[in-house]
């Protein structure tokens, strides 16, 4: 379930309070794809998941100014686990990291990084990463999502 939103200072938006908090699709289509944009954006996020699940991976993170209350978020980050993923089924999109993800924003209007990889400023893993805001290091909240083709994964 997805919880209320937050406002801390220093924040421009309410964000999700800290934790992990796992959703369905329906759960955040129904919070957070609100206006044209955001419907978009959650369109290119479900075919994104389609094929990484179809794939094997068993759960994602969901990030960004999308999980917040910002009206016009300009796209979302998803940290996908790479364990259980064949490559072989995988969109070639998710292994071009070239240019700051743009064929993957082209393509699903999100950027997407596999668990083991790193942020390079932070050196820490991305799922690490995704739980801290950028601008000012407040702990905050994002969203698991488990790999609905599947029943989801039982091994977080």
Do not use: H
């Not at 924040?11 to 955001?38: C, H, Q, S, Y």
């Amino acid at each position: 379930m997805i919880p209320e939103f937050i406002t801390l200072p220093k924040l421009l938006w309410p964000i999700l309070p800290e934790g992990i908090w796992g959703a369905t699709m329906e759960e955040v289509e129904d919070r957070f794809a609100f206006n044209p944009k955001r419907l978009t954006q959650f369109q290119g996020l479900k075919r994104a998941l389609n094929n990484l699940f179809a794939a094997g991976c068993k759960q994602v993170y969901l990030d960004g100014s999308y999980i917040t209350a910002k009206p016009l978020p300009n796209d979302y980050e998803v940290c996908w686990r790479a364990e259980y993923v064949d490559p072989d089924k995988l969109d070639y999109v998710f292994f071009d990291s070239s240019m700051n993800q743009y064929s993957q924003k082209k393509k699903y209007l999100g950027e997407f990084f596999p668990d083991f990889r790193t942020e390079s400023r932070s050196g820490m893993p991305f799922l690490e990463f995704f739980q801290y805001d950028k601008s000012t290091g407040i702990k905050k909240g994002i969203i698991r999502i488990d790999n609905y083709l599947t029943g989801g994964a039982n091994d977080n």
